[in-house]
């Protein structure tokens, strides 16, 4: 009796707890996943669903709890236990050494061919018949590196699947992808449905959950909320419902424009800026000279004007980088001009940039920054101690620290001390007191790079008001998403980026299709 | 110029062997700076025992114990006492120096220079020029192609690479790097063990301190040279000791017309010379797997 009840699933958990230090990453999760259907399991950052794919694959060994796959009870944090029984899992940032071929890739997780030496040639036509039945392009000679980035997931779920996985785990799957790119994966998936694995899609996008998946979980603080419901049973209200949970206070203040972003239903639109307004920022024909750090800018032509918000969409890694280390004063610009309040700033130095009112809230909150070793007002001072100028002023520090805790209160920051390390904040607030750097009152071109990414929906809505209250105030803002969603709801324009060079610009109201064409370069 | 190659060779062979401990341990994510304290102890323990005991086999064996016992010791002050793998490579090296001047001094009273009766076997008659070379310098390059089929041609050396380049990568497929890490650096310890061996016992018959004279070092240089390639590394290894050579032959031929001390420091120009340019060649900054280990949680 008991195994046949047991068999019913093909991956299930019981009562998983998984904690790291004190934070409480799963808190006794019990679901099963009935085998041959695509799972979604969705929740906010934090939410604990990579946490649970990773205790799935045996990556991370839960403080309490079992896991039974197919039926069968494994060991729970090794690894080759859980491949063993048939469950692989494809990272959200891939995990494929870049400097091997395709070939190389397949080989290294294998356990099939027994362990003796190969050749060159041997391994090629090892992996391509493997290859070919998945319908995966990428030649087998090519390194990881060189590839696209669909591809690189292409490889890595063709590399999941080398042993006979019964069990796929994707984690968040189609953070990386362009529109296109996503319905090639869903196709990929549902092919896969068919030849009877299971697929369990880690995802935060309740349209893409609507889309593919036959069941949704929704996991909430590390609970679970809701345990495989049949997809056709919930609506994406529901579901948003579900994942946002009870109102926490700043989710409270939700707007509708924002929780329609967060469902990704594609909210309407307020009005243009006015046209009449100065560019605050412009570049004109900029291209960079190539360095190692991503694509060098080909002719890019792009003006920000003062109190509108200008979107920048593209698939990562196409020159998004390069656009701010350009307009920040950091990379190395081979000819063109860069305009930055009426004046020429192509040759400014990145200080004298910022004193001209350029704001930066840069790609990487916790090292760009933030120095986390410090405290947070160090943090908050830096902006005020580099443009009053004078390197061997003396400074205040009890002045710095109460004009530090007055303007993070002003933003709302939830600290204790401003002697407090940045390190011990959580990502939103971290975030916060980046703002409450960067939107001052001298500032007047903002340049928000991913400002939300790792954000719950409370501190991603603070956010967004944040960017309008700036454009309201007459600053021109820049932001850099991959989130189409959020640049669709927030942006007055949005230029696309590709390979360096900007592939289009779109008024509202927006096309998802034809900026999804933009982004992959498909003529239109 | 029979002579000039057998005096390549010569020297060239022992920092061959510790260069291919290098790259074994570069494959897997550490930068072994401890090459040259293995290198001695492997050295100094061959003479003395073979000396002591009057059997080479016994002085190799326990050339090879000592070795790998410090490779052990190096791998567990990294990877279970989290020490900087850099650091821990140097004070293996300090280590070793230090270590083989006591235990010489322990043994001998003060004398720095301990000769041994037995050497390493020589090719012998046959080899015409290069009769005086020892067998290891004919194994050489056997083991320099095991080597480089095991790195490049079999899943065991790509796993290696992985736990190098992407550790996540390798505790996906199930691989633990800490003890792929291990099997590297004991294997590179009986690769310094025969690297000290042949820089001792092979023509020379004696052990000094100090003697190694920054040749560990030097290996190390190789496998940046050599990006990490067995075949790269064992080439550049080579080259270094050509430089070497054509010192020695200089200072045959010029005299005192150049100051002798500036011709014996030009293998070691020559390795910074060649890491400069081996990082010129590969365009520098490539991002190490390192970072993708931080993005683990």
């Known amino acids: ?524 | 110029m029979n002579d000039l190659i057998a005096l390549i060779l010569g020297s060239g062979t022992p920092l061959v062997y510790a260069a291919m401990a290098g790259v074994l341990a570069q494959r897997a994510g550490i930068w072994h700076l401890g090459l040259e304290g293995l290198m001695i102890a492997g050295a100094c323990a061959a003479v003395l025992v073979t000396s002591a005991a009057g059997s080479l086999l016994a002085g190799l064996g326990v050339a090879i114990a000592v070795c790998v016992l410090g490779s052990a010791l190096l791998w567990v002050v990294i990877e279970k006492l989290k020490a900087n793998p850099i650091i821990a490579g140097l004070g293996l090296t300090g280590l070793g120096l230090g270590g083989t001047d006591l235990a010489v001094q322990a043994v001998f009273d003060s004398e720095a220079t301990v000769r041994s009766e037995i050497g390493l076997p020589r090719l012998g008659a046959a080899f015409g020029p290069y009769a005086h070379l020892s067998v290891l310098v004919l194994a050489m390059p056997v083991v320099v192609f095991a080597l480089w089929v095991l790195l490049r041609r079999t899943r065991f050396g790509l796993q290696l690479a992985a736990c190098g380049e992407h550790p996540f990568a390798a505790r996906s497929v199930g691989v633990s790097p800490p003890r792929m890490r291990l099997v590297a650096l004991l294997l590179g310890g009986v690769l310094c063990a025969l690297a000290g061996a042949e820089l001792a016992l092979g023509s020379l018959q004696l052990f000094s301190v100090g003697m190694t004279a920054g040749r560990g070092f030097m290996a190390f240089a190789a496998v940046i040279f050599g990006a990490g390639h067995p075949v790269g590394a064992a080439f550049a290894a080579l080259f270094f000791s050509v430089v070497e050579a054509l010192g020695i032959k200089a200072q045959l031929l010029l005299g005192n017309a150049l100051p002798p001390d500036l011709l014996l420091a030009l293998p070691y120009a020559a390795t910074v010379a060649g890491v400069w340019l081996s990082g010129r060649l590969r365009g520098g900054g490539q991002s190490s797997g390192a970072f993708a280990e931080l993005r683990d949680y």
């Not at chain 1, 403080?63 to 090794?78: F, P």
């Not at chain 1, 939300?452 to 409370?458: E, I």
């Not at chain 1, 820049?478 to 289009?504: H, P, T, W």
């Open chain 1, 1 to 524: 009796m008991q195994r046949a009840e047991a068999a019913e699933y093909a991956l299930e958990c019981q009562g998983v707890t998984v904690s790291f230090g004190a934070v409480m990453a799963l808190r006794e999760v019990s679901v099963g996943f009935p085998p041959g259907r695509i799972h979604a399991v969705v929740g906010q950052n934090g939410a604990g669903k990579t946490t649970f794919a990773r205790v799935a694959a045996g990556l991370v060994r839960p403080a309490a709890g079992t896991l039974r796959i197919a039926g069968r009870e494994v060991t729970t944090g090794a690894v080759n236990a859980a491949r063993g029984a048939g469950v692989e899992l494809v990272h959200q940032s891939f995990a494929l050494p870049p400097s091997f071929t395709v070939a190389e890739a397949m080989e290294f997780g294998s356990t099939r061919h027994g362990r003796a030496p190969f050749t060159r040639a041997g391994l090629e036509a090892r992996w391509r018949g493997h290859l070919d039945s998945l319908g995966v392009t990428a030649r087998l000679r090519e390194r990881v590196r060189d590839l696209p980035v669909e591809s690189q997931q292409a490889v890595e779920i063709a590399r999941a699947l080398v042993t006979d996985a019964r069990v796929l785990i994707l984690d968040e799957p189609t953070a990386v992808l362009a529109p296109a790119g996503i319905a090639t994966l869903f196709r990929r998936l549902a092919g896969l449905r068919a030849s009877g694995v299971t697929v369990i899609l880690i995802l935060h996008k309740i349209r893409e959950v609507l889309e593919i998946a036959d069941t949704v979980t929704v996991l909430r603080g590390g609970r679970l909320i809701e345990g495989t419901v049949a997809a056709r049973d919930i609506d994406a209200q529901h579901l948003a419902a579900a994942i946002i949970g009870s109102a926490p206070p700043e989710a409270a203040t939700l707007s509708e424009d924002d929780r329609a972003a967060l469902v990704g239903a594609g909210a309407g639109h307020a009005a243009g800026a006015t046209i009449a307004a100065p560019a605050v920022l412009a570049l004109a024909d900029v291209s960079t000279r190539p360095d190692p750090e991503g694509p060098a800018l080909d002719n890019v032509s792009l003006a920000v004007r003062a109190g509108e918000i200008v979107g920048v969409a593209g698939v990562e890694g196409n020159g998004q980088r390069t656009l701010v280390r350009a307009c920040a004063g950091l990379a190395d610009v081979q000819q063109g001009t860069i305009t930055l309040a009426g004046r020429a700033a192509t040759q400014a130095a990145p200080l004298a940039r910022r004193a001209a009112g350029l704001r930066i809230i840069p790609f990487e909150r916790n090292s760009e920054g933030l120095s986390l070793s410090s405290t947070l007002w160090e943090n908050w001072a830096v902006r005020p101690l580099l443009l009053a100028g004078r390197l061997l002023a003396l400074i205040d520090p009890a002045r710095l620290r109460a004009q530090c805790d007055a303007s993070l209160r002003h933003w709302d920051v939830r600290f204790t001390t401003t002697e407090q390390t940045a390190g011990s904040l959580s990502g939103g607030n971290a975030q916060k007191v980046i703002l409450a750097r960067e939107i001052d009152a001298s500032a007047k071109v903002v340049i928000a790079a991913q400002p939300t990414r790792g954000l719950d929906v409370g501190a991603t809505a603070f956010v967004w008001r944040a960017l309008r209250e700036a454009r309201g105030r007459g600053c021109g803002v820049l932001l850099i998403s991959s989130d189409l969603d959020e640049l669709f709801d927030i942006s007055d324009r949005i230029v696309v980026m590709l390979s360096g060079r900007i592939a289009g610009e779109f008024a509202p109201p927006y096309s998802l299709d034809a900026i999804g064409r933009a982004m992959t370069g498909v003529a239109r």
